[in-house]
């Protein structure tokens, strides 16, 4: 931990959950070196999840009461909809930019309904000025898309459906 105080860490700090938002990154962790046994570790962390929590906690008992078939419908539906639980779900390997095409302008690599082969370029993923080809990792067709073109994926993150 720093052994001063001082306005720049503070800065520093709002600065950090800024990007962290700004990206939609759910946690960044940085050391700050000021000399030799002076240093500033920070983590910031937002927490992912909040609304899926809130929908799976159980109603109060006038709203099951009032409409019991309502208030269960939405905890089905967010349990069954989280894409990365599917069995055909393609994961993000790295952190990075996802780009559905080679480059701007030409054709995507797949779309809904194109069929694949194991080992197919699926997209591409910038990470550190470089680009890297994520591949099916199985044969089958495309049901679904994920992501948007040149948005930011976290490790993890569902990528597309193949079944």
Wanted: glycine fraction near 4%.
């Amino acid at each position: 931990m720093s052994k001063h105080s001082s306005d720049a860490d503070v800065a520093f700090i709002s600065a950090l959950a800024e990007l962290l938002n700004k990206n939609e990154l759910t946690e960044i962790a940085v050391k700050r070196e000021y000399g030799e046994d002076d240093s500033l570790e920070v983590k910031v962390v937002k927490q992912a999840n909040i609304v899926t929590t809130a929908v799976a906690a159980p109603a109060p008992a006038y709203a099951a009461v009032a409409a019991p078939a309502a208030a269960a419908a939405p905890a089905a539906i967010a349990v069954s909809e989280d894409p990365s639980q599917h069995p055909g779900a393609v994961t993000s390997p790295m952190v990075g930019t996802v780009y559905l095409a080679a480059e701007p302008g030409a054709a995507a690599f797949v779309s809904v309904g194109t069929q694949v082969k194991e080992g197919q370029t699926l997209l591409i993923i910038e990470a550190m000025k470089t680009m890297n080809h994520i591949p099916a990792p199985k044969s089958g067709t495309v049901k679904r898309i994920l992501v948007d073109d040149a948005t930011p994926v976290e490790y993890g993150a569902p990528l597309m459906i193949i079944e």
